[in-house]
Every structure is written in C-alpha cells, then in structure tokens.
C-alpha cells in the first residue's frame, strides 16, 4: 500500500496563499490517480481536487475551488502538490492526500473516498478571517 505524506499546511490570512504538498512512497506514482480531501469539523470529508494517472492531463475540482485552487504532480518527485490561493475561512480543515491504483478516472469516481486505497495523515489549514 502507498504511504502518502502530507506538509505545508499552516494558518493564513483570509486572502492569503498556501501550497500542500503529497510525497508518495511508491515507485509507480504516475500510475496513481491523486486525489486532495478536505474534512472540517462536523461535516463529512469532501472531495478539493483530484489529478489523472500519467501527465495528469485530465484534473477534476469542486466547484467551490474552481478557479482558485490547482492540483498538479512530478512524477519525478512523486509528489502531487495543491496551490490553494485567495482561501477563505469556509476553506479551513483537515486536507488530506489520497493515491488511487484502479486506473480510471472521472469527475464521478474521484470524488467517492471508497475508491481511493491510501491515504495521508492529513494537514491542517487554518485561515483566519
């Protein structure tokens, strides 16, 4: 199973930036679709962003972070990264990195958490109003 490790959360202004970062532990990283969850408190874990398999030709957003957010991977670092920009309060949470092994990939199926087989240990991301 893929070990996933999450940094760069942190507390941040209303308006301010933040880059995630996912270290996989695997070496067939670009086989992976990726994925980027978030859980605030109370409220069930939701699907930020997620990124296809390969290049990462195909990404797939919330439509609350359209715009603001962007999923992108290094195969060569197997590492996938989220920029989070102009994040509000409603953006705090627990974010959470996910590697999913079946090989398909579609807007429908990144966002069940039931197709994803690793996850991180979550990071938090705190942005003050």
């Known amino acids: 199973q893929v070990q996933l490790v999450e940094s760069g959360g942190g507390l941040v202004q209303a308006g301010g930036s933040l880059r995630l970062s996912c270290a996989a532990s695997?070496?067939?990283?670009?086989?992976?679709?990726m994925g980027w969850f978030r859980q605030a408190p109370g409220k069930e874990r939701e699907l930020v962003a997620a990124?296809?398999?390969?290049?990462?030709?195909?990404?797939h957003y919330a439509d609350s972070v359209k715009g603001l957010f962007t999923i992108s991977r290094d195969n060569d670092k197997n590492t996938v990264y989220l920029q989070m920009n102009s994040l509000k309060p409603e953006d705090t949470a627990v974010y959470y990195c996910?590697?999913?092994?079946?090989?398909?990939?579609?807007?429908?199926?990144?966002?069940?958490?039931?197709?994803?087989?690793?996850w991180g240990q979550g990071t938090q991301v705190t942005v003050s109003s």
């Open positions: 990124i296809r398999w390969g290049n990462g030709g195909s990404t």
């Open positions: 996910a590697a999913d092994s079946g090989g398909l990939f579609s807007a429908v199926l990144a966002q069940r958490p039931e197709r994803y087989n690793g």
């Open positions: 695997t070496r067939t990283f670009s086989n992976y679709v």
